[in-house]
């Protein structure tokens, strides 16, 4: 039997017998990036870089001197805090696993154009992806809440797409919401 830990150690146990008892036979390894939240909100992770945890672009580290210690685990912040007031656009970040959060969205009926618009009408949302699970080239998830466990994946990753102070960005908006 394959069990998932609470760290997120894939482990696989075989029933004993003689001792009536479960023990764990070995330990399916992945690589550091597979400890979940090891970047923090907002950061992603990318085994082939060095360090390994970067803050998503128009983000910054949370606790810099944290960060210069290899520790990731506070995460990262809005360099501009003011977004849905002053302008602000949806970053797209390409090859990407999705991220985690507690509090998300999901709507099989529109596409991702709509899923754009919905979630700029909603200072709350703060990223959105195309989520097509039946292949009826529908399908939104939005996220609401802090981003965790992002990941590069240049094989199996999808887009998705960030709000970002445009500011930050050093873009000038007139109604533009992709980068």
């Known amino acids: 039997m394959f069990v ?4 997120g150690l894939i482990q696989h146990f075989t029933w004993n017998d003689h001792r009536s ?3 764990s036979e070995f330990n399916v390894q992945g690589d550091q990036c597979d400890d979940y939240g090891l970047c923090g909100a907002y950061g ?3 085994i082939k870089s060095s360090p390994i945890c970067k803050c998503l672009e128009g983000f910054e580290p949370r606790i ?3 960060w210069k210690m290899l520790d990731w685990s506070s995460g990262c912040v809005r360099k501009n805090s003011k977004v849905c007031r002053n302008g602000d656009v949806f970053k797209k970040f ?3 696993k999705l991220p985690d959060s507690d509090e998300f969205h999901v709507n099989y009926s529109i596409n991702i154009n709509q899923c754009e618009v919905e979630c700029s009408k909603n200072c709350s949302c703060v990223a959105y992806a195309k989520l097509d699970i039946n292949a009826s080239g ?3 998830i939005a996220w609401f809440g802090d981003l965790f466990d992002i990941r590069e994946d240049s094989v199996n990753g999808q887009d ?4 970002v102070s ?5 873009m000038n908006i007139q109604g533009l919401w992709h980068q």
Not at 4 to 7: D, G, I
Not at 166 to 170: H, I, Q, R
């Open 4 to 7: 998932l830990s609470e760290s």
């Open 21 to 23: 008892s479960w023990f």
């Open 44 to 46: 992603t992770c990318n």
């Open 64 to 66: 810099m001197h944290e």
């Open 94 to 96: 390409t090859g990407m």
């Open 138 to 140: 529908n399908g939104c």
């Open 160 to 163: 998705f797409f960030v709000r």
């Open 166 to 170: 445009a500011s930050k960005l050093g």
